[in-house]
């Protein structure tokens, strides 16, 4: 089955322990990405990739890192957890930027105490 | 002024009802176009997409683009209480832009 795999599902965390959240598609996608979504203000991007070992900031990528060492993976890495970095996540991909829909994973809510 | 923008509702419609979503975005160079549906706590899910002015149908779902207005709608025909999802719109400009999305409640 065609699908982007994220995990975990959920996590709650202390602020300042360092976590990664797992990002991984099966469809040979270029390009993959990072949302955030929060109330009221819609899905944010925090980063993007056009493929293997290109990356580029979006909207919001202050906290976060990321890396695509591979096609399928594209980890998010949260070095030093904020409360404010509280929300629920999600990773796309897409056979390239621009003419195709997204096909997103299901979602991680992560909760910084 | 937002790059896509959307009414946040909640639109609500009888069952059976036709509900028309609007969205409307900044960059008259965007060239592709989508409609996503997401059920609460899920993860948004691709529904439509279009490209060029004019209709475009899939079963129940029509999407219309009008690029001179810069205005995109989705629209549901025989809605069902299935149908009940938050909505959202998205635009292809220089990266994918969402719209904040639209809820809508069909009621049996």
């Known amino acids: 089955e065609a699908q982007v795999t994220q995990n975990p599902r959920y996590l709650i965390t202390v602020t300042g322990k360092k976590l990664t959240v797992t990002c991984s598609q099966n469809?040979?996608?270029?390009?993959m990405s990072w949302y955030r979504q929060d109330p009221g203000l819609g899905l944010r991007q925090i980063y993007y990739?056009?493929?293997?070992?290109?990356?580029d900031k979006g909207d919001v990528p202050e906290g976060y890192k990321v890396s695509r060492k591979e096609k399928r993976n594209f980890p998010l890495i949260l070095e030093s957890p904020s409360p404010n970095q509280t929300s629920l996540y999600f990773c796309?991909?897409?056979?390239?930027?621009?003419?195709?829909?997204?096909?997103f994973g299901s979602g991680t809510r992560l909760t910084v105490v | 002024q937002k790059e896509v923008e959307q009414n946040s509702g909640p639109l609500s419609v009888p069952e059976g009802a036709i509900a028309s979503l609007n969205c409307t975005y900044s960059?008259?160079?965007?060239?592709?176009f989508f409609w996503y549906r997401q059920y609460s706590g899920k993860s948004p899910e691709l529904i439509m997409s279009?490209?060029?002015?004019g209709d475009k149908e899939d079963g129940r779902f029509t999407a219309q683009l009008n690029k001179a207005s810069q205005y995109v709608s989705l629209l549901i025909r025989d809605s069902q209480p299935s149908d009940s999802a938050t909505y959202l719109c998205?635009?292809?400009?220089?990266?994918?832009?969402f719209g904040a999305g639209t809820r809508l409640t069909v009621k049996p």
């Open positions: 796309a991909s897409s056979p390239e930027s621009g003419n195709y829909g997204y096909t």
């Open positions: 469809m040979n996608h270029e390009y």
């Open positions: 990739s056009m493929n293997v070992e290109v990356t």
């Open positions: 960059d008259r160079g965007s060239q592709s």
């Open positions: 279009i490209y060029s002015n």
């Open positions: 998205a635009v292809n400009i220089y990266d994918m832009r």
